[in-house]
């Protein structure tokens, strides 16, 4: 096979790192990486990166390293039609992660082996170890895995999309298409959401504290496969 070669920009540092109406699109293996202490993304795109074929999968938009439990601060940035996610970030140390305004569309790909296809592509992924996550204004639609994964001490996500995550039909397997997924180990909290028209489900909540949700529609997220001569319905 192909071995692929080409990013956008790479940045590693024992300092901060921000950026400022960057475009890191249609590189071969991602947009951009950047690993940091406090890391700030203002504007910009980081999208249409990968191969440019679905089965040669590893195009990534925007990952984000930070190692200091300080700030991840993102904020009208567009990273759709990845190959393997549009962003990823991870923050330890009790970290402060705000997401706003921000579009992670239509990240999608595949690979088939032993006569399998297994459905990759996701909007956005947060693990924030002890740390806080604040979404606001944040669309992640039409993912094949995922719109969007939260994970950290406490969540909170208002006036923000994540419908259309579908993964195509096979027979003798679930699909993969899910919404919103948080896990939490403190409070919860979501606010004018909308998660339709997904597969496995719209949103799902996993608290060790208070959970509360406001304003929010999670409608037709259901999922119909084959199985030998009978038919599923999620």
Known sequence: GKTYYGYGIKVVTSGDIELSNVTADKNNVFGAYLEGINVRVSGGSFSDNGTGNLADHIGKGLEIVSTGGGLVNVSNVT?????????????????????????????KSYKYAAGSTTYDGYGIKVVATDGTIYVNGVEANENYRFGAHLEGASVDVGLSTFNFNISPIQKNKAPSGRGLEVIS????????????????????????????VVSSIFARNTYTYLCGCETRTG
Do not use: C, H, R
């Open 185 to 212: 180990t403190g409070d919860t909290s979501l606010w004018s959401v909308v998660a339709n028209d997904n597969q496995i489900f719209g949103a799902s909540i996993q608290s060790g504290g208070k959970v509360q």
């Open 79 to 107: 990273a759709s039609n990845n190959q393997l996610f549009g962003a990823n970030i991870k923050a330890d140390g009790g970290a402060l992660v705000i997401i706003s305004n921000s579009i992670f569309n239509g990240n």
